[in-house]
């Protein structure tokens, strides 16, 4: 049974800095592209980031590019977001996913292309 934690959230201030954490068992996590996505109170799922099975290719929202960088330790089973210069609007449940195999990354931004997903983390961004 795949299941993947993800940690790592927290209140912070703006401009602060926070790192997710997403591990992932019960599935050969190497094989597999992952996402970060999040989803704030009354709004849709939305895409954050994604990083194909290696850690060679990313692919960013705009709302993040510059700040946030994904990555992987496939050895520990572990993907990452670096979340630099956070802002209220970044105030989110963060969700890692693991996507379905054979998708272009450019597909790897709609949610449907995703099958397993964590619980989230809640992240909190202080004026």
């Known amino acids: 049974q795949a299941q993947l934690v993800e940690s790592g959230g927290g209140l912070v201030q703006a401009g602060g800095s926070l790192r997710l954490s997403c591990e992932a068992s019960?599935?050969?996590?190497?094989?597999?592209?992952m996402g970060w996505f999040r989803q704030a109170p009354g709004k849709a799922r939305e895409f954050v980031a994604t990083i194909n099975w290696s850690g060679s290719s990313t692919y960013y929202a705009d709302s993040v590019k510059g700040r946030f960088t994904i990555s992987r330790d496939n050895a520990k089973n572990t993907l990452y977001l670096q979340m630099n210069v956070l802002k209220p609007e970044d105030t989110a449940v963060y969700y890692c996913?693991?996507?379905?195999?054979?998708?272009?990354?450019?597909?790897?931004?709609?949610?449907?292309?995703?099958?397993?997903w964590g619980q989230g983390t809640q992240v909190t961004v202080s004026s």
């Open positions: 996913a693991t996507a379905l195999r054979g998708q272009p990354m450019s597909a790897l931004s709609n949610p449907s292309q995703y099958l397993y």
């Open positions: 019960g599935l050969t996590f190497s094989n597999y592209a």
